[in-house]
Nanobody
Framework: QVQLVESGGGLVQAGASLRLSCAASGRTFSSYIMGWFRQAPGKEREFVAALSWSGSNTDYADSVKGRFTASRDNGKNTVYLQMNSLKPEDTAVYYC?????????????????WGQGTQVTVSS
C-alpha cells in the first residue's frame, strides 16, 4: 500500500509556473505507475499525465502537452508536475495517483491509490 501527499498548489497569474510535488510512503514506490489528474468545480476528474516506473515513459493530456512536465525521483519517493504557461482553464484541484497496473494508464478507475489533492488557481 502507498500513501500520497500532494503539495505546491497556490494562486498564480496566467502565464506563471508552478511545480507540484507528491510524496509517497512505502518501500515499493518505484513499482507503481504514477499519474496526475485534476478536477475543476462541477466537472469530472480528468487525466493530466502518467509516468512509467523509471519516469522514462510519459503520457500527457492534449490540453497540457508542451506546457506540463511530469517526472519522478524514486530515491526520494516523490513525483513532480512542472506546470508552465498556466492558463485560467488549468484551475482545478490536482491529484496524484498510483497504479498497480503494468502500463501507462489514463482512467481514474485504473489507479488504486490517491492523494488528497492540492488547489491550483490561475487568475486572468
Amino acid at each position: 500500500q502507498v500513501q500520497l501527499v500532494e503539495s505546491g498548489g497556490g494562486l498564480v497569474q496566467a502565464g506563471a509556473s508552478l511545480r507540484l510535488s507528491c510524496a509517497a510512503s512505502g518501500r515499493t514506490f518505484s513499482s507503481y505507475i504514477m499519474g496526475w489528474f485534476r478536477q475543476a468545480p462541477g466537472k469530472e476528474r480528468e487525466f493530466v499525465a502518467a509516468l512509467s516506473w523509471s519516469g522514462s515513459n510519459t503520457d500527457y493530456a492534449d490540453s497540457v502537452k508542451g506546457r506540463f512536465t511530469a517526472s519522478r525521483d524514486n530515491g526520494k519517493n516523490t513525483v513532480y508536475l512542472q506546470m508552465n504557461s498556466l492558463k485560467p482553464e488549468d484551475t482545478a484541484v490536482y491529484y496524484c495517483a498510483a497504479s498497480l497496473l503494468r502500463r501507462l494508464v489514463v482512467r481514474t478507475t485504473e489507479y488504486h491509490y490517491w492523494g488528497q489533492g492540492t488547489q491550483v488557481t490561475v487568475s486572468s
